[in-house]
């Protein structure tokens, strides 16, 4: 059992790491045009944070880095109402971190810390897991799967399963419950995704209007013609 226990938690390991490393597609594409277009900054603002342990903090502490660069990219391209939005979110988040951090410092001490910091844990993971819903809803309204990205999908999939099994053979809670979480929402995200793959980058599109539009030329035009067609009636 601690063998497999040990297994799902390299897999997790694994699974993460590409969880992390999954949106450097997308942002090579907002460099590449200097704009995050209809990508939401939120999924990749928030950090995955677990029980503290060897196999989860080693992937963690590469996770904060990985996305603290994301976060800097988007905030640099971003417009500004999205940029004072995700500035907004990363106040917030480091705010709360200083203040769980600090309370479970100086107020807490042996099993009550460790509750503690395990329900903060579980919450900032079940928000991580959570971010993407705003990006769902732009799929399901326009119908397209341009902004979910394929793999950050897949792998939101699998690492939450993966955590989700580890922490159950570990028996903790703080690590099962937030991943059992994420594993629900990464299936919905593959669902939506195999819906609408085949609409990836046919976003609805206002309807052109350009066959109604009339300029003093044309209407010129048309009033010569109608004008032509009286004369040949009376002839």
Partial sequence: ??????????????????????????FKRIIRSKSVEQFSGIPYGLPFVSKNNVLVSTI??????????YVLIFIIYAPKKEKAKVLGLLTLVITV???????????LHGNARKLFCGCAAAVFSIIMYGSPLSIMR???????????????????FLCGTSWF??????????????????CG?????????????????????????HSLEIGPGKVHQEK??????SHDEQV
């Fill in 60 to 69: 963690n502490g590469a996770g904060s880095a990985i996305e603290t660069i």
């Fill in 97 to 107: 971190f200083t203040g769980v951090a600090l309370v479970s410092l100086f107020a």
């Fill in 138 to 156: 732009t799929v399901i309204k326009t119908k397209s799967v341009e902004y979910m990205p394929f793999f950050l999908s897949l792998f939101v």
């Fill in 185 to 209: 929402l990464g299936a919905l995200q593959l669902i939506l995704y195999f819906i609408y793959r085949n609409n990836k980058g046919e976003a609805k599109k206002p309807v052109s209007t």
């Fill in 165 to 182: 099994v580890y922490g159950l053979l570990g028996r903790d809670p703080f690590v099962a419950v937030p991943n059992g979480v994420g």
């Fill in 1 to 26: 059992m601690d063998v497999l226990h040990f297994l799902f938690g390299v897999f997790g390991n694994a699974t993460a790491l590409f969880l992390f490393l999954a949106p450097t597609i997308t």
């Fill in 224 to 229: 010569k013609l109608v004008a032509n067609g």
